[in-house]
């Protein structure tokens, strides 16, 4: 998930909430009732490595919703998507504690 602030640091919990510039209910990538930071759930190998591509048409690079300078979080557990039913599912989807977390940035090669 994306977060609101680009602040790592307390074991990620001062990133905040997820990045919710428009007031939704947690969901899923492809719900158009969703947070911007809603990212779905990605599976680790057994040496805990994630490789992924994602492409989301919420997501932007630029503008007062841009997520460059936020963190991005990864969870212990599997996101419900905000369908779990339990009382943190339309808020977090109950994915529990936050394992790590990085800072977006744009990079740009020296030529």
Same mark, same amino acid.
């Given at each position: 998930m994306? /977060?609101?602030f680009g602040d790592t640091t307390n074991g990620c919990t001062s990133a905040g $909430?997820?990045?919710?510039p428009f007031n939704k209910q947690h969901g899923a990538p492809n719900d158009e009732n969703r947070h911007v930071g809603d990212l779905g759930n990605v599976i680790a190998s057994a040496g805990g490595v994630v490789k992924?591509?994602?492409?989301d048409k919420k997501i932007t690079l630029s503008g007062p919703? /841009?997520?460059v300078g936020r963190s991005v979080i990864v969870h212990a557990d599997i996101d419900d998507? $905000?369908?779990g039913g339990h009382e943190f599912s339309l808020t977090t989807g109950n994915a529990g504690a936050r394992l790590a977390c990085g800072i977006i940035g744009t990079f740009q090669p020296k030529l």
């Open positions: 994306i /977060s609101e $909430g997820h990045f919710n992924t591509h994602i492409i919703n /841009s997520v998507l $905000g369908k």
